[in-house]
């Protein structure tokens, strides 16, 4: 019988510290700024709220920026922890800990953090526990634990070049290939590129080309096959659309141009661009054709002359 008491006392006391823990909550979390490059330093504002019907005190909340070891046989209490994987997120000059003597029932606090991002973290949102610890007016200590959201993402930037030197000719096809460099921190997907119509020149290949995913400081190429009308101008602005997205999925539309260097084929000998054909080759198998046609033609004569005798 007192077992039974003693269970339900103790059941009673779980509930309540259960109840009591709960009744503070986070009630807001803003990020300033909203997303958060690598290396940048930034803050973040977590309001308490005490929703208990009485004061609460030596209030501490901090931020959990170690991921927590976990035994690596949860059955078994000796087993070694794993090592915690910190997150990348770092205190600028203060600490992730903050503390506040009471809060007065229904009161709410601003708890205020300045963290720095560490340099080659990759974009993403990541998860960070934060843990709350305080006291009733007896002295019970109660402990809350809760996740807020940071979004790590840097505006992407692709960058676009002719891949080589190319030398377009008026009035044939052309084929030139396009690197579209990714300048950025941060991975872009779903990267798809339109080529514009312009005056003086044709597509005969698509216009339209996808491309897929970008990782940071790499690039990929496109190849575009175009006729160059002979009336075009010397010097071509083609403009391309580039459509992708970043890591959070966030769309983004920028446009770019590049400029096509196109000459006549006499020009382009003219200024050493392409090979000026060889004639001393022909010329002389000319010549030796020349001579032989004379040899035989003389021959020929030769041979008349002979049988009229």
């Not at 973290?121 to 002295?139: A, C, H």
């Not at 930037?157 to 377009?168: A, C, M, T």
């Not at 290949?205 to 075009?232: C, N, P, R």
């Amino acid at each position: 019988m007192k077992t039974k008491i003693i269970s339900v006392i103790l059941g009673i006391l779980l509930i309540s510290n259960i109840l009591l823990a709960s009744a503070v909550s986070i009630k807001d979390v803003v990020s300033y700024p909203e997303e958060v490059e690598p290396g940048e330093v930034f803050d973040v504002s977590i309001e308490i709220k005490n929703t208990h019907d009485f004061d609460i005190k030596n209030i501490n909340v901090k931020l959990i920026l170690t991921k927590e070891s976990e035994p690596t046989n949860p059955f078994d209490p000796t087993a070694a922890p794993t090592q915690g994987e910190d997150l990348p997120f770092a205190p600028y000059q203060s600490s992730s800990e903050k503390f506040l003597e009471e809060l007065e029932s229904n009161e709410e606090e601003n708890f205020k953090f300045k963290l720095i991002v560490l340099p080659e973290t990759s974009s993403g949102v990541y998860k960070v526990p934060v843990e709350i610890t305080y006291e009733d007016g007896n002295g019970r200590n109660y402990s809350k634990k809760g996740l807020i959201s940071i979004i790590v993402n840097s505006i992407p930037e692709l960058k676009v070049s002719l891949e080589d030197s190319i030398v377009l000719i008026k009035g044939k096809e052309n084929t030139f290939s396009i690197k579209l460099i990714n300048s950025g921190l941060a991975n872009v997907k779903f990267v798809y590129v339109k080529a514009n119509e312009v005056s003086g020149l044709r597509f005969v290949s698509e216009k339209e080309q996808y491309l897929g995913d970008i990782d940071s400081d790499d690039f990929d190429s496109i190849e575009y096959t175009v006729y160059i009308e002979k009336d075009a101008l010397n010097s071509i602005r083609l403009p391309l659309v580039l459509k992708f997205r970043d890591s959070t999925n966030k769309q983004f539309t920028q446009t770019k141009s590049i400029i096509l260097k196109a000459y006549s084929l006499e020009e382009a000998r003219e200024l050493g661009l392409v090979e000026k054909p060889d004639y001393k080759i022909p010329g002389g198998i000319g010549l030796v054709i020349f001579l032989y046609i004379i040899y035989l033609i003389r021959k020929k004569r030769r041979l008349k002359k002979l049988r009229g005798r």
